[in-house]
């Protein structure tokens, strides 16, 4: 079953510019994470924000969560070709044991030229 | 290194040829979780397991089985494989809910 839903599904930008990705997922939930895929490789946690909360930062990452609007954000600041890579939003419904249980959306593909 | 390793990376099959794809994890996590990952359908689960000896259905189960007889290891077990479960495969570990993922499997059947 498909939660989250990436806005845009692709995005091009230049090197230094930031990268605003979205994410809008249907039922209530109780944290919300980020995770990196490069090619055809393993997919890497970024961040995670809980229901609770509304902004988070890990240095250039930023995320915003709007649990009234059910959506989130995902912005890179200053971007780097490095930074290329699929980006996916994944929702929990459940805390404890139960926040392991992760649906995920389709991505964002990021192309950051350099 | 706290590292989620699967095996094999690459693998081409023919159709109803046994196959099990290891997944094996370091960190003592007491979560572990089967994905398969498509173009334009994304990353949807398979198995999961809470723990040794406990194993769950995912979203897409047919098809696969799965085991847990010890806390580090989730093998994937594809008994009778189709060319419809040609797909890329990852293994994912839990602590605190944040997932770390293996390198993934890359599995064509013929």
């Known amino acids: 079953s498909q939660q989250g839903e990436e806005d845009p599904q692709a995005l091009s930008i230049q090197e230094g510019e930031n990268a605003t990705m979205n994410c809008s997922y249907k039922?209530?939930?109780?944290?919300l994470q980020w995770y990196r895929q490069n090619s055809g490789r393993g997919l890497v946690h970024l961040i995670l924000?809980?229901?609770?909360?509304r902004e988070k930062h890990s240095g250039r990452l930023r995320v915003t969560l709007d649990t009234s609007k059910k959506s989130s954000s995902l912005l890179i600041t200053a971007s780097r070709a490095a930074d290329t890579a699929s980006y996916f939003c994944?929702?929990?419904?459940?805390?404890?044991?139960?926040?392991?249980?992760?649906?995920f959306g389709k991505g964002t593909k990021l192309s950051v030229i350099p | 290194e706290a590292q989620v390793t699967q095996n094999p990376r690459y693998l081409i099959t023919v159709t109803g040829k046994k196959l099990t794809v290891t997944c094996s994890q370091n960190?003592?996590?007491?979560?572990m979780s089967w994905y398969r990952q498509d173009p334009g359908l994304g990353l949807r689960q398979i198995y999961y397991?809470?723990?040794?000896?406990?194993?769950d259905k995912g979203d897409v189960p047919e098809g696969y089985k799965v085991s847990r007889k010890e806390k580090r290891n989730f093998p994937l077990i594809l008994e009778s494989p189709s060319p419809n479960q040609t797909s890329l495969y990852f293994c994912?570990?839990?602590?605190?809910?944040?997932?770390?993922f293996g390198e993934g499997s890359r599995l064509t059947v013929l």
């Open positions: 994912a570990s839990s602590l605190a809910g944040e997932l770390f």
């Open positions: 039922t209530s939930i109780n944290n």
């Open positions: 960190m003592n996590h007491e979560y």
């Open positions: 994944a929702t929990s419904p459940w805390s404890g044991a139960g926040s392991y249980q992760l649906t």
């Open positions: 924000i809980r229901s609770n909360e």
């Open positions: 397991s809470m723990n040794v000896e406990v194993t």
